[in-house]
T-cell receptor, first 113, second 113 residues
Framework: GENVEQHPSTLSVQEGDSAVIKCTYS??????FPWYKQELGKGPQLIID?????GEKKDQRIAVTLNKTAKHFSLHITETQPEDSAVYFC????????????FGRGTSLIVHP | NAGVTQTPKFQVLKTGQSMTLQCAQD?????MSWYRQDPGMGLRLIHY???????DQGEVPNGYNVSRSTTEDFPLRLLSAAPSQTSVYFC????????????FGPGTRLTVL
């Protein structure tokens, strides 16, 4: 099955800095890559996603890039703010009937004011 | 439109007890899933369903049962609780499209003594 590796497990930045979280996947059949943000005490919430026919996608301060050849994708957050502090999960979804995503282990992002 | 709801929010069990975690969604989603979240382990899939009457095992199914008699409800049953099942449990649902957003419930924090 699919295996998703996520790094780093913890990321500490100063407010205004950029943050980058990287993920790799193992199954070349995966073609959908969502990113989730989980705030303390809440369930994960989708923040951005990318499909395998697209190399980059941006939404305000958040961007995701995908390198299909290398089987890795990254989340970029620019001009970080304290409210960006949360756990971020990447995921990869395999082609097939259920499209149940496999999640990375998460990155705890801490933005210091 | 309440989205995905889970009850209870917190639960303490003794080893050997059984209980059911409830999950309901009002978005008419076909796909529903149960995950457990443990520190440093990310989100691991327990069971999932692709429609009423259809369920399948995920990565960590042992000790859990599910059924899907209606589109709306997807309860998770712990047959004989063990301390290793202490975790936070999330239910999620998704529409039928390959890249439809997966929505998570707020979670149930379960402690088994």
């Amino acid at each position: 099955g699919e295996n998703v590796e996520q790094h780093p497990s913890t990321l500490s930045v100063q407010e205004g800095d950029s943050a980058v979280i990287k993920c790799t996947y193992s199954d070349s059949a995966s073609n959908y890559f969502p990113w989730y943000k989980q705030e303390l005490g809440k369930g994960p919430q989708l923040i951005i996603d990318i499909r395998s026919n697209v190399g980059e996608k941006k939404d305000q301060r958040i961007a995701v890039t995908l390198n299909k050849t290398a089987k890795h994708f990254s989340l970029h957050i620019t001009e970080t703010q304290p409210e960006d502090s949360a756990v971020y999960f990447c995921a990869a979804s395999i082609k097939g009937g259920s499209y149940i995503p496999t999640f990375g282990r998460g990155t705890s992002l801490i933005v210091h004011p | 439109n309440a989205g995905v709801t889970q009850t209870p929010k917190f639960q303490v069990l003794k080893t050997g007890q059984s209980m059911t975690l409830q999950c309901a969604q009002d978005m008419n989603h076909e796909y529903m899933s149960w995950y457990r979240q443990d520190p440093g382990m990310g989100l691991r899939l327990i069971h999932y369903s692709v429609g009423a009457g259809i369920t399948d095992q995920g990565e960590v199914p042992n000790g859990y049962n599910v059924s899907r008699s209606t589109t709306e409800d997807f309860p998770l049953r712990l047959l004989s609780a063990a301390p290793s099942q202490t975790s936070v449990y999330f239910c999620a649902s998704r529409g039928q499209g390959r890249t439809d957003t997966q929505y998570f419930g707020p979670g149930t924090r379960l402690t088994v003594l």
